[in-house]
């Protein structure tokens, strides 16, 4: 000590041992507390992501379903027969213009 006080040395010394250890645990709580931080945003991170799922699948099964709603909807010898002339259109037009260019490349 630089002055001589009217404190007893054992007053003094515990207060700055008091001290010394506030300074000392300093460090460690502070990252303590950026941890818990951490592990509390990452948590609402994975609470966002689950919700996300969830919506995204709902839309899935809206979606699913409304495609079932109107596959049952249409007459079925109507959409065969649809089926039918959208696959046979334009074959025989689409085979003679093939057939043409080909020849072409001959010459």
């Known amino acids: 000590m630089s002055f001589p006080t009217t404190v007893n040395d054992q007053i003094t010394d515990a207060v700055t041992q008091a001290n010394v250890k506030v300074l000392a645990e300093a460090p460690a709580m502070a990252m303590g507390s950026m941890f818990q931080t951490m592990a509390h945003s990452t ?3 994975f609470q966002n992501a689950v919700s996300a799922q969830q919506q ?3 839309l899935t099964q ?3 379903n409304m495609g079932v709603m109107q596959i049952y909807s ?3 010898m109507a959409g065969a027969g649809a089926t039918e002339k959208v696959a046979q259109g334009g074959v025989a037009d689409n085979l003679s213009s093939l057939m043409t260019v080909l020849q072409s490349f001959r010459r």
């Open 43 to 45: 948590g609402i991170l």
């Open 56 to 58: 995204q699948n709902t």
């Open 62 to 64: 809206a979606a699913a």
């Open 74 to 76: 249409m007459d079925t």
